[in-house]
């Protein structure tokens, strides 16, 4: 079955950085698109950044575009975003998502899901 398992989080002051990794089993990870999404406390979960197949095409929400970078490493099979100048506004459960198309459609629903890390931002 299709596995994505994020590492990566944790606490950092404001201003810091933290690079999430998401390793993906189960599926031809250099087919599909990748997505990151997060969800803080009391707020619904929202888009944060996807990526197509070959890591051609990016997609980042307002919020976060700039600070982040979302990057891919077929051969290894992960998904990584770089989050650089971390306010406390970014403290949430960040989440890996796969998508089983090659691009990436905005507004479209993720098919798979990683369980979350944590990643608390301190002002």
């Known amino acids: 079955q299709v596995q994505l398992v994020e590492s990566g989080g944790g606490l950092v002051q404001a201003g810091g950085s933290l690079r999430l990794s998401c390793a993906a089993s189960?599926?031809?990870?250099?087919?599909?698109?990748m997505g990151w999404f997060r969800q803080a406390p009391g707020k619904e979960r929202e888009f944060v950044a996807a990526i197509s197949w070959g890591g051609g095409m990016t997609y980042y929400s307002d919020s976060v575009k700039g600070p982040f970078t979302v990057s891919r490493d077929n051969a290894k099979n992960t998904l990584y975003l770089q989050m650089n100048s971390l306010k406390p506004e970014d403290t949430a459960v960040y989440y890996c998502?796969?998508?089983?198309?090659?691009?990436?459609?905005?507004?479209?629903?993720?098919?798979?899901w990683g369980q979350g890390t944590q990643v608390t931002v301190s002002s």
């Open positions: 998502a796969a998508y089983l198309t090659p691009q990436y459609y905005s507004g479209s629903s993720p098919n798979y």
């Open positions: 189960g599926l031809t990870f250099s087919m599909y698109a």
